[in-house]
């Protein structure tokens, strides 16, 4: 797998992880290029090590300020159009939260309006999308269960998030763009990820 594959599913799968969609950014430590280097430098060595055939097995801390630095100075190029600023933050308990700005014009000319009482009809302009859940991750195998959604501050249905997602998650691969009940693989032979307050802990 190559690093930028890696870096893509790592911050998502670890840490609601394209990252792609908490509460005020401006809560949170800015991010330093100091940072983003040390988490190129781990994503470097978990991918590594994913590539070996050791059975020893390893553990690798990532902080909630290492994955948005990374993000930021590493990630922002490959985001889809239409997605901007996006960062994660880990409350714990396996809890986590992400939040980016989002081109929803986009979703709601793609989908169809079924008249005034739709709310895709609403979705309007460039506004904060965020979602918190929690990160089940063990045995090779990530699932999030999400447990609440809002766009521009006012709480939003589980099937509404789905297809702004799904609308810009569509690729080669998923056509259909990524479920969020589906259940993926965690790369780099990661057997499970532990998500406590502010970090992360990778286990292969």
């Known amino acids: ?84 600023n996006p960062s994660v933050m880990a409350p714990g308990e396996g809890r986590v939260s992400g939040r980016a700005v989002v081109d929803l014009d986009a979703v709601r000319k793609a989908g169809k309006s079924t008249g005034l009482l739709d709310l895709r009809s609403y979705l309007t302009g460039s506004v904060p999308v965020a979602a918190t859940g929690v990160i089940h991750a063990s045995n090779g195998v990530g699932r999030f269960e999400l447990e609440s959604a809002t766009v521009g501050g006012v709480p939003i249905p589980k099937w509404l998030l789905q297809e702004i997602i799904s609308h810009y998650s569509k690729s080669p691969e998923h056509p259909a763009g990524i479920s969020l009940d589906d259940p993926f693989e965690l790369p780099a032979r990661i057997r499970e990820i532990q998500v406590q307050r502010g970090l992360a802990v990778v286990v292969q």
Do not use: W
């Open 1 to 84: 797998m190559c690093p930028h594959c890696l870096g893509r599913a790592l911050p998502f799968a670890a840490l609601l992880i394209v990252a792609l969609l908490v509460v005020s950014i401006g809560a949170q430590v800015r991010p330093s290029r100091q940072d983003a280097e040390a988490m190129k430098r781990k994503v470097a060595t978990i991918q590594a090590h994913g590539e070996q055939s050791s059975k020893q097995p390893r553990r690798t801390t990532v902080t909630e300020s290492e994955v948005n630095s990374y993000i930021a100075y590493e990630l922002n190029g490959t985001l889809p159009e239409g997605v901007v």
